[in-house]
């Protein structure tokens, strides 16, 4: 496992200090959109120049290197704790080589871990594959846009949402709407419907991983995303809040069957620095 | 333009009632950082003012956890972008008036209880770029001193840095306006005819 171990330190190194190309190529031609010498156009300038340096210098994109969260699939016969184990003892040597920001709060104590680890934390998903390799996930992004989301349980009359797409709709843009600057847009907006709370945050977050130019397959919803993302600009906060054309750089929706009498919505907002990656091993 | 600010030596009241919301500046000097646990300390503990190993009175205060790196000569921050700033709101009015602090840098902009302590005390805000923390960690040159390191940890404690050409806009300014409500009032409005349309 010494090798995994390394591996996975790799990964975090990967992804805490480069951005993925198609979030690059996107940010780009955001900053290509907006006025020059406007805030938008300087912010973005800014953003862009920090991604590079990053990368040239092996340092973090963004200090808050969030709840590191990992999502793996396990070819059949190797054993999930062994995984477990190997991610926590990489987490640990990832937060001091790279370094990472320990963010692991106890909550009883108020006290850090000082390594990134704790009860939950980081956050590891599993699941078996027929697959012969090990495919493993990883997503960081700050306390700044994971506060940024919200969870609906549709309707909401105030946004005069039913439950239909289109009260999805509304929720996505009331949550951006009330975050205004403060999670660090453009955004990538991931988005989950279903059955239960609990489900539905997760499937939100796990919109996340993909990538920009991935389209969704059913063909309402690919519209829907199109047409959310259209909208979310048409607000005008722009990068970092100060006004502008570019909000968010892409929305993507997930969905599960539901529960005749319930309709949860989640609506996961990440910064532009989403930072994810992928070791398959 | 960029305007060029320089921290060293305290600012007349005048230069600070100068500054207005969509200004580009430039600082350069002596900052601090704060952040959730210093502000609590500082509104609900009470520090007397000789506890506090530098001077706040007159200082900027950057909302900042960064990553620091501890080498022979000493701490290094290795990343350190702004945090959201609105998180603080419930202690900043209190900090700006009882501790002196005349400029606040962070992200997302604050309430109301902050604008009204900026114009009470011709404080301002000023906003820098989130999650530029190569960019940002590059314009702190040194650090000089740290508060409350072994109590509150490297991401909480309150680092005294010294910085150059640090990129800020004034977003909030000593005369009402707040850059931030502005936008969200104008997004207000597309919102509601978006929210108001028909499928």
């Known amino acids: 496992m010494l090798k995994l171990r390394d591996g996975i330190v790799e990964l975090y190194k990967k992804v805490a200090t480069s951005l993925p190309p198609d979030v690059r190529e996107a940010m780009e031609s955001g900053c290509a959109r907006e006025t020059e010498g406007s805030h938008a156009f300087s912010t973005l300038a800014v953003q862009i120049e920090n991604m590079k340096l990053a990368r040239e210098t092996v340092r973090p994109i963004c200090q808050d290197t969030g709840v590191p969260t990992f999502w793996l699939k396990v070819p059949m016969g190797l054993s999930q704790i062994e995984m477990k184990n190997t991610i926590i003892e990489a987490t640990r040597l990832a937060t001091e080589k790279i370094p990472l920001r320990p963010n692991a709060v106890d909550i009883l104590t108020d006290k850090n871990s000082g390594d990134n680890t704790g009860i939950g934390f980081p956050i590891i998903y599993m699941e078996e594959t027929r697959e012969s390799s090990l495919t493993i996930d990883l997503m960081l992004k700050g306390a700044g846009c994971e506060n940024a989301g919200q969870t609906y349980k549709l309707p909401v009359e105030e946004l005069h949402a039913q439950r239909d797409l289109n009260g999805v709709r509304k929720c996505v843009l009331d949550t951006v709407q009330k975050i205004q600057g403060r999670g660090c847009p453009p955004y990538i907006v991931g988005v989950g419907i279903g059955a239960t709370k609990d489900q539905v945050a997760r499937l939100a977050k796990e919109q996340l991983m993909r990538r920009l130019n991935d389209i969704n397959k059913a063909a309402e919803l690919a519209a829907l995303e199109t047409r959310i993302l259209q909208e979310i600009n048409e607000l005008g906060i722009g990068p970092m809040g100060l006004g502008g054309r570019t909000t968010a750089l892409g929305v993507k929706i997930g969905v599960n069957h539901r529960h005749p009498a319930s309709y949860f919505v989640d609506v996961a907002v990440s910064c532009w620095a989403t930072r994810r990656g992928r070791l398959i091993w | ?199």
């Open chain 2, 1 to 199: 333009m960029v305007k060029s600010l320089s921290l060293n030596v305290p600012l007349s009241p005048a230069a600070w009632r100068s500054l207005k919301a969509g200004d580009i500046v430039s600082l350069n000097g002596t900052i601090v950082t704060g952040r959730d646990r210093v502000h609590k300390y500082l509104v609900e503990q009470k520090p007397r003012k000789e506890d506090i190993p530098f001077d706040l009175n007159g200082a900027v205060l950057y909302h900042c956890g960064p990553v620091m790196k501890k080498t022979e000569e000493g701490y290094t921050a290795v990343a350190a972008g702004p945090t959201t700033s609105m998180r603080v709101e419930m202690y900043e009015a209190a900090v700006i008036r009882e501790y002196g602090i005349r400029g606040i840098i962070g992200k997302g902009g604050m309430g109301t209880g902050t604008l009204e302590a900026l114009q009470q005390t011709g404080s301002v805000y000023f906003q820098t770029v989130g999650g530029a923390a190569a960019y940002l960690a590059d314009r702190i040159k040194k650090t000089l001193n740290v508060w409350k390191l072994d109590e509150f940890g490297p991401t909480e404690a309150m680092w005294l840095f010294e910085i150059e050409d640090f990129p800020v806009i004034v977003t909030m300014d000593s005369h009402g306006t707040n850059l931030h409500r502005e936008i969200e009032k104008q997004s207000f409005e597309r919102f509601s005819e978006l929210i108001g349309s028909k499928q």
